[in-house]
């Protein structure tokens, strides 16, 4: 901690989520950097920073989800002024990067998370370090490094601590593709596994997108075409539990929580299962919308979350949503990034799988 007192270490923080700005400063035994971020009457956002920046490794603390696009600017902007004030190194401490649902594409649509890791590399950061990140492979739209670190030791740990009779319980994937983090869970605490599979809402309507057109050409230049096979379309079948929930507890895990309407789905499954206690544990606790309200009303006991987003406003409407703590993870990477030390241990034990 020597180095840091002697001012080559500045930790700087966004609006999104000041809480979990002073904790990591808090326990870095730093404080936060003066810097006045707000939006002018005009809407465009303004950032002053307060203090020299020059020659210093800074650090800007910004998450996702609340208000993402003024996030996003203050973080560009709060980035891109430290770059042209001459500071050292910017890194980019992101614990839920926004966009990051939107990483594939989708009929006419566009990768947003690679233009949003365009925009930030753009901007002067040099490192990013987030958490969780919906796929792993966002990773390689950086052109700067990425420390992506894991909130599963935060979330194990608040299982054996906090769940009574946790050892009764069963790891629940809520659809096929959440069923590699839940056997992860499952292996680690040597519980059994199910997974739900099947439709858990209601399918949009197909839009008018071309994709029956044009129509299949039999003949070019005289020269009959054989028709070219179709897809058989898909129909999930009706919602349904593999594996065995009866009498015992479901802790349903995934990366994040958004809308609640397929948690809620599940969870009236499981109960009707048998499951006699059902669990949401997610990384990020996005909960926009009305899903507090639905939460509460649903058969779910608890809904655990990680404070990479401010959920406080979902707290009040909601009794059952409880936080983890994850800033121990995010100052200790802060930590061995500012003295050049390895990230390695911040991963022990982590598979790629994981």
């Given at each position: 901690m020597?180095?840091m007192?002697r001012g080559?270490?500045?930790v700087?923080s966004g609006?999104?989520?000041?809480?979990?700005s002073?904790?990591?400063?808090?326990?870095l035994g730093?404080?936060?950097?003066?810097?006045?971020?707000y939006l002018q009457d005009?809407k465009?956002t303004?950032?002053?920073?307060?203090?020299?920046?020059r020659?210093?490794?800074?650090?800007?603390?910004?998450?996702?989800?609340k208000?993402v696009?003024?996030a996003i600017m203050e973080?560009l902007?709060?980035?891109?002024?430290c770059?042209?004030?001459?500071?050292?190194?910017?890194?980019?401490?992101i614990?839920?990067?926004?966009?990051s649902?939107?990483?594939q594409?989708r009929k006419?649509?566009?990768?947003v998370?690679?233009?949003?890791?365009?925009m930030l590399?753009?901007s002067?950061?040099?490192?990013?370090?987030?958490?969780?990140?919906?796929?792993?492979?966002?990773?390689?739209f950086?052109d700067v490094p990425?420390?992506?670190?894991?909130a599963?030791?935060?979330?194990?740990?608040?299982i054996q601590?906090?769940?009574p009779?946790w050892?009764?319980?069963?790891?629940?994937a809520?659809n096929p593709a959440?069923?590699?983090?839940?056997t992860?869970?499952?292996?680690?605490l040597r519980l059994?596994l199910a997974?739900i599979?099947?439709?858990?809402k209601v399918?949009?309507q197909?839009?008018?997108?071309?994709r029956?057109?044009?129509?299949?050409?039999r003949?070019?230049?005289?020269h009959?075409?054989d028709?070219l096979?179709?897809?058989?379309?898909?129909?999930?079948p009706?919602?349904?539990?593999?594996?065995?929930?009866?009498?015992?507890?479901a802790i349903?895990?995934?990366?994040?929580?958004d809308?609640?309407?397929?948690f809620?789905a599940?969870?009236?499954v499981?109960?009707?299962r048998?499951a006699y206690k059902?669990?949401?544990m997610?990384t990020?606790?996005?909960?926009?919308?009305?899903?507090?309200k639905?939460?509460?009303e649903?058969?779910?006991?608890?809904?655990?979350v990680?404070?990479t987003v401010?959920?406080?406003?979902?707290k009040?409407?909601?009794?059952?949503?409880?936080?983890?703590?994850?800033?121990?993870a995010?100052?200790?990477?802060?930590?061995?990034?500012f003295?050049?030390?390895?990230?390695?241990?911040?991963?022990?034990?982590?598979s790629?799988?994981?």
């Amino acid at each position: 901690m020597n180095n840091m007192s002697r001012g080559a270490l500045l930790v700087i923080s966004g609006n999104s989520h000041p809480e979990l700005s002073r904790l990591v400063a808090a326990r870095l035994g730093v404080e936060l950097g003066n810097v006045d971020v707000y939006l002018q009457d005009n809407k465009e956002t303004k950032v002053d920073i307060g203090e020299s920046v020059r020659g210093k490794d800074v650090f800007v603390i910004q998450t996702g989800a609340k208000d993402v696009n003024n996030a996003i600017m203050e973080l560009l902007i709060m980035a891109y002024a430290c770059k042209t004030s001459s500071a050292n190194s910017i890194v980019g401490v992101i614990p839920y990067l926004p966009y990051s649902k939107q990483s594939q594409m989708r009929k006419r649509g566009s990768i947003v998370a690679k233009l949003l890791a365009t925009m930030l590399c753009k901007s002067g950061l040099d490192h990013i370090i987030t958490m969780d990140l919906h796929h792993k492979e966002i990773q390689g739209f950086f052109d700067v490094p990425v420390d992506n670190l894991r909130a599963s030791p935060f979330i194990l740990q608040y299982i054996q601590e906090h769940i009574p009779d946790w050892r009764n319980a069963v790891i629940v994937a809520r659809n096929p593709a959440s069923a590699q983090r839940a056997t992860s869970f499952a292996e680690r605490l040597r519980l059994g596994l199910a997974v739900i599979h099947g439709e858990q809402k209601v399918p949009e309507q197909d839009k008018v997108d071309g994709r029956h057109s044009p129509p299949t050409v039999r003949t070019f230049s005289g020269h009959s075409l054989d028709m070219l096979p179709l897809f058989t379309p898909k129909e999930k079948p009706p919602i349904d539990v593999v594996g065995d929930v009866g009498g015992r507890i479901a802790i349903i895990v995934d990366d994040m929580i958004d809308e609640a309407e397929s948690f809620v789905a599940a969870a009236d499954v499981l109960k009707e299962r048998g499951a006699y206690k059902i669990y949401v544990m997610a990384t990020h606790g996005i909960l926009s919308a009305d899903a507090p309200k639905k939460i509460e009303e649903s058969c779910i006991d608890e809904v655990i979350v990680t404070n990479t987003v401010q959920h406080d406003l979902q707290k009040l409407q909601s009794d059952k949503i409880r936080t983890i703590d994850i800033s121990p993870a995010m100052c200790e990477a802060v930590r061995r990034i500012f003295h050049k030390e390895s990230m390695s241990y911040l991963f022990r034990n982590i598979s790629m799988e994981d």
